[in-house]
């Protein structure tokens, strides 16, 4: 049997790929090995957001008295990881209904391995392709040291969620996003923390100066060991402890759980790529282009998480439909990758990233004025009693266009998405300065940092 069309993996890529590609052909094939209902609903994105809702209200009602309310916290929480389960499974229903309304012969559960270039092999059955999309993702990075050591007392984001109730103690490997978040909501619903950082930072913060805002606040919350990895684990006393050095010390800490948030792996290393072409034997070196996904100049596309700079849903689903566009006008393909780059970490308050990151832009060797706002006194922040970090832009010197910016403020994932919706029509300072910014508003702190690069620019 040949399709026009063969997409491996229905996660967010897979599943926007195909509901893209049906509206171009009938004869197509989806397949799967797992469960269809994404990494996003089920291990993601939203059970971890359902969490941190708890999480985040928790958090503010033992804090009323930063508002002049004076009151005792009766709390039970036995009904936070129930409600995190019973959310994440209507998020996984709707998509297992989107899924299941898909013909029959259109998808195949199980696991694909490329037999030459236009042919898998899934259950022991060949079929054979003009194009594919593939679309595998992630997991977590596994570490089979650790799990022997302590068994199920080793978490992953795949299992954490499945915890009856909340422990008292974990200790959290690993400081990038996922881990931030993740260990910031456990905190603020009473989990001692303890975070182990191989690096200097919390998140993905790139700017110095946003990194030490990020540092100062969250550190003394998470108990962060930064330049500190765990040596060893054991289970002793119905608890695991994690031994380690810092300097030359040799210390140990006794927790309930241990979180691996190391990052995750490329599913791409199942796939038997190099029955393609051997020289594809090395996933980290695939002659991927980064705008059309395209791999070399074959009729194959590898979209979404599995081979990206951009880890985000939306940048998932956007691929796969850009890739069902090039598919169809293959050999003519398109850049299409073209929304300005978004990222948004939960923790709160909120990190996020828009458009060029301040490393990005010293990497490149763009000549730009940084301008900066505080957040630690500005109005709305201070009304709302969260007043934290701070937010810098970054600005081109020559052209006064604006680049990116990089945030660490209470509901920074607005001013993301504000930024990043007008980061494309390339607006200068003036342009910006000339909207309308409401008194009192958090936005009005963008409007600080603007006249901050505004005024640095006047003066240099
Ligand atoms: C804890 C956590 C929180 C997150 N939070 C956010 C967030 O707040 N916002 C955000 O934008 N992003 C978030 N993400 C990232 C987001 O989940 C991913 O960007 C998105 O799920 C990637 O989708 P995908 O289609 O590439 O992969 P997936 O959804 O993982 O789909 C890949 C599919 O391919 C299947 N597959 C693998 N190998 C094969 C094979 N050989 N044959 C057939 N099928 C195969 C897999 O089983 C899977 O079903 C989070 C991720 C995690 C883990």
Redesign the pocket.
């Known amino acids: 049997m040949s399709y026009d069309l063969i997409i491996?993996?229905?996660?967010?890529?897979?599943?926007?790929a195909y509901t893209a590609a049906k509206r171009q052909t009938d004869n197509l094939l989806i397949?799967?090995?797992?469960?269809?209902d994404?990494?996003?609903a089920r291990?993601?994105?939203?059970?971890?957001?359902v969490l941190i809702a708890s999480a985040n209200q928790y958090h503010d009602a033992k804090n009323l008295s930063k508002v002049g309310i004076q009151a005792e916290l009766q709390a039970d929480l036995s009904g936070v990881l129930p409600r995190v389960r019973e959310y994440r499974d209507r998020f996984t229903s709707g998509m297992q209904k989107t899924v299941d309304g898909w013909k029959a012969e259109h998808k195949i559960n199980?696991?694909?391995?490329f037999i030459n270039h236009n042919t898998v092999e899934?259950n022991g059955q060949q079929y054979q392709a003009k194009a594919f999309i593939i679309?595998?993702?992630?997991?977590?990075r596994p570490n089979d040291e650790w799990q022997q050591a302590i068994g199920d007392r080793l978490l992953t984001?795949d299992t954490i969620f499945e915890l009856e109730q909340l422990p008292s103690s974990i200790a959290v490997i690993g400081s990038g996003?996922?881990s931030t978040?993740?260990a910031l909501a456990l905190n603020q619903l009473g989990v001692e923390t303890t975070v182990f950082s191989r690096g200097k930072n919390i998140a993905n913060a790139t700017s110095p100066k946003i990194q030490e805002l990020i540092n100062t606040a969250l550190q003394p919350q998470l108990n962060v060991l930064f330049e500190t990895t765990p040596e060893s684990f054991e289970l002793k006393d119905n608890q695991v402890q994690v031994h380690f050095n810092q300097g030359d010390e040799k210390k140990s800490i006794a927790v309930d759980y241990v979180l691996n948030a190391t990052g995750?792996v490329s599913?791409l290393d199942?796939?038997a790529l190099d029955q393609i072409d051997p020289s594809y034997d090395d996933i980290k070196s695939l002659p991927i282009n980064e705008y059309t996904k395209q791999l070399a100049d074959r009729p194959i596309f590898i979209?979404?998480?599995?081979h990206?700079t951009t880890?985000?849903?939306?940048?998932?689903?956007n691929e796969?439909k850009i890739a069902v566009k090039n598919v169809f006008s293959y050999p003519e393909v398109k850049q299409g990758k073209d929304l300005a780059p978004l990222?948004?970490v939960?923790s709160s308050p909120e990190i996020a990233l828009v458009g060029q990151s301040y490393q990005q832009l010293k990497d490149n060797n763009i000549d730009f004025e940084v301008g900066f706002a505080s957040y630690e006194s500005q109005g709305r922040a201070t009304v709302l009693g969260k007043n934290v970090g701070g937010i810098e832009v970054y600005v081109d010197k020559a052209s006064q266009v604006f680049l990116g910016a990089e945030i660490f403020v209470t509901d920074g994932e607005h001013l993301a998405h504000l930024l990043a919706w007008i980061l494309n029509q390339k607006p200068t300072i003036s342009d910006i300065l000339s909207q309308p910014f409401y008194h009192p508003t958090l936005e009005e702190g963008v409007r600080t940092a603007f006249r901050d690069v505004k005024y640095k620019l006047k003066s240099s």
């Open positions: 491996i993996g229905a996660g967010t890529a897979g599943i926007s397949i799967n090995d797992g469960p269809w994404t990494t996003c291990v993601g994105c939203m059970p971890s957001k199980g696991k694909a391995r899934v679309a595998v993702g992630t997991t977590p984001t996003a996922i978040e993740l995750r599913l199942g796939l979209v979404g998480d599995a990206t880890p985000v849903q939306h940048e998932a689903s796969g990222s948004i939960f």
